[in-house]
């Protein structure tokens, strides 16, 4: 059994929705948890610090890596959003590119180097139309869109210097991870909760709704980092990447119908259920096929998405009374 109490963890990204969830879940573990963030510390918690840096800063990461004595670092600091991508491309590709390559360099450059769990995505895949489940093996990126090279040039990057370096690291690869205290507006789910905030039907603006996804909840993501953690000294894991997905497509009008759903049942309200669609029909299929990571790590997806929604339902409806 992997002891997280003995574990000294620095989380980048740790007042970004998901950093900020495992700096939780890794303090409930009983690790000692220090996050960095350019943001200030937006930490519900007082038990841990976020240190106010950025990833550009190579010499400053150093320190903050030599100092700091890590067990392992969790990166997930990035540009995520897609839309912000195409507005600020170099600004995007400097955060998720330059930016993994800087935490890759001061954890080589330091004594005693930490392992490495990074948050690839499935933008890895880029768009892809696939009548099946997308497995790690799939060449990386058919054109999509700016952000999606950044996260699979970061990926290849973290697995280069595994190879190179002998850097204990891996890529951890989803897409579309919902649930409490998402901020991100531009995202489907919190996007969907606000307009149901405001008794507005979903709205699905740049497809017909037809397109198929799948949903992860955060806590079934951040279960998945500590796994690729706790197994990295395995040479399985080590230098690879792994998929990690709810295991149940759907198509993008029947999400956010669900997601109003778990509204007005978390809420009593009574907002229609059926979207808004006003976008033109995208031929997109993409759901991550999971079975090494169940295979490899013994990990499966847990939360049932009504469950979830509803739970995030109840978070967004108490954020909004505040
Ligand atoms: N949320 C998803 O659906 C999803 C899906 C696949 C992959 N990911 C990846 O997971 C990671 C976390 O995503 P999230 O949803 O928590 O995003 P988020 O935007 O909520 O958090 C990202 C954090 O990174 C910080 N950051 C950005 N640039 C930085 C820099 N140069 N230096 C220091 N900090 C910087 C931001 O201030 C922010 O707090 C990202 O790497 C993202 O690409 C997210």
Aim: with cysteine; hydrophobic share 40%; aromatic share 8%.
């Amino acid at each position: 059994m992997f002891d997280w109490a003995s574990q000294k963890v620095l989380v980048t990204g740790a007042a970004g929705f998901c950093g900020a969830h495992l700096c939780e879940v890794l303090l409930a573990k009983g690790a000692s948890v220090v996050g960095f963030d350019m943001r200030a510390n937006a930490s519900e918690s007082s038990a841990y610090q976020v240190e106010t840096g950025d990833l550009l800063d190579l010499p400053a990461l150093c320190v903050t890596i030599e100092r700091g004595g890590f067990d392992v670092v969790f990166h997930l600091a990035a540009q995520p959003i897609v839309s912000l991508s195409i507005e600020q491309p170099i600004e995007t590709m400097q955060a998720n590119i330059v930016g993994t390559y800087n935490v890759c360099e001061a954890i080589r450059l330091s004594s005693n180097p930490p392992k490495l769990v990074f948050a690839s995505s499935g933008a890895y895949y880029g768009a892809t139309n696939a009548s099946h489940p997308i497995s790690e093996d799939e060449p990386a990126l058919s054109a999509s869109n700016i952000y999606a090279p950044t996260k699979a040039a970061a990926d290849l990057a973290v697995r280069c210097y595994a190879r190179v370096y002998g850097l204990r690291a891996a890529s951890c690869r989803w897409m579309n991870t919902y649930g409490p205290g998402d901020l991100n507006w531009s995202r489907v789910v919190p996007a969907t909760f606000a307009r149901a905030h405001d008794g507005k039907p979903g709205l699905i603006a740049q497809t017909d709704g037809t397109n198929v996804l799948e949903m992860l909840h955060v806590r079934d993501m951040i279960e998945a980092y500590l796994r690729v953690a706790e197994h990295l000294d395995r040479p399985e894991v080590r230098g690879e990447a792994f998929n990690f997905g709810g295991g149940r497509p759907l198509v993008l009008r029947e999400l956010v119908a669900r997601v109003t759903r778990a509204w007005n049942d978390a809420t009593g309200a009574d907002v229609p259920t059926e979207p808004e669609v006003r976008g033109p029909k995208v031929d997109s299929v993409k759901y991550l096929d999971i079975s090494e990571a169940k295979r490899v790590l013994g990990w499966e997806p847990q939360i049932d998405l009504d469950e979830g929604l509803r739970e995030a339902a109840r978070w967004y409806a108490g954020f909004w009374s505040q």
